[in-house]
């Protein structure tokens, strides 16, 4: 399987979100919505007018893209993210609000700390969603293929275990995202690239010795009684850390994976919010993603060129006879859904 090329501009160094946009939302603001000076003044709250995207491509010209998009950062783990999303919501009213979510992770806007109906995992951004554990299994591997799949299920695990000392569970910003967009009306839509092709994309980008050093790392840390220390070139946080700082760390350690684990997923971020057909002909979007996409997700909005399409970031092609690919991928589906749930049932005993 080989996954088709995709050539991204991340910021330059020289690059700040803050400074790019801070004046012109700030006297938006100040005009409309004065109640949210604060986020603005902290620099969790922008805006980027139609006027600022780049140009619509031509094969695009019958889009319609909305007049504003406002973005949101958020903490995770954070009670007071998900409550300056709901103040924002209920504010601006948008059309559409967009969120940091996938469809395969769907299910952490309506999750609950005490819901006895919850994902097998504690949810977090890799937990495999679903009331069946094979259905999630089988939707894994028909995305990302049987390498991401194990990935995925390694990272849920380790990243389980690094916001277990936290008090709150993951994602309260998005349940207050789908909470405040059905109070007042406006569309939820899922704007991240489904994460099974973002890991499959991550796996290929690293070499084999990457590859067995990241594997190695993840058990260690996986069966380590303690985070607070080094794991060969990798420093595991405390528990209660923000996951999505692991995917900045794993980024640092394995500069390969700044494209497909940031850089690709912050251009289709600004995508969903300015260019996916949900928000087609809109007059105002509001985004909520993590911090650590700001700025990639607001130099996208400005800076594209048009010359990238959905299909570069997450279609996929294969070079194998589809008789030939059916055969190995059934052999080798059979035999990883068995090992990873055997794996799965010890490493639950853990926690």
Known sequence: METLKAFIRPPPPCFDYKTAVHAETRSTVAAVHPELMDLVQGGSLVLVQKRRFGPVPEWWRWFVEPERIWVLSTSHLSEKSAADVERVVRAIRPDNVVVELCRSRAGIMYASADDSNA??????MFSLSG??????????????????LALRLLLAVFSSKITSG?????????????????EVGSQLVLGDRPIEITLERAWNSLNWNEKL???TLLFRGITSPSLGNKEGDFEIEEKGSDPFELYEQLSSTYPSLLQPLIHERDTY????????KAVNNCKTVVGVIGKGHMNGVVYALMADQ???RFRDLAGRTSKESWVKSLIKGLIRDTIIVV??????????TAF
């Open 306 to 308: 048009g010359d990238l």
């Open 269 to 276: 971020l600004a995508w969903s919010l300015k260019r996916s």
């Open 339 to 348: 090992v990873l749930w055997a794996l799965y049932e010890q490493l639950q």
């Open 119 to 124: 994902p097998l995992l504690n949810s977090n």
């Open 166 to 182: 936290a008090n709150r569970t993951f994602g309260d910003e998005f349940r207050a995202a789908r909470k405040a967009a059905e």
């Open 131 to 148: 009331s069946r554990f094979f259905g999630a299994i089988n939707r894994s591997i028909n995305l990302g293929g049987q390498s991401a």
């Open 213 to 215: 050093r990241l594997l």
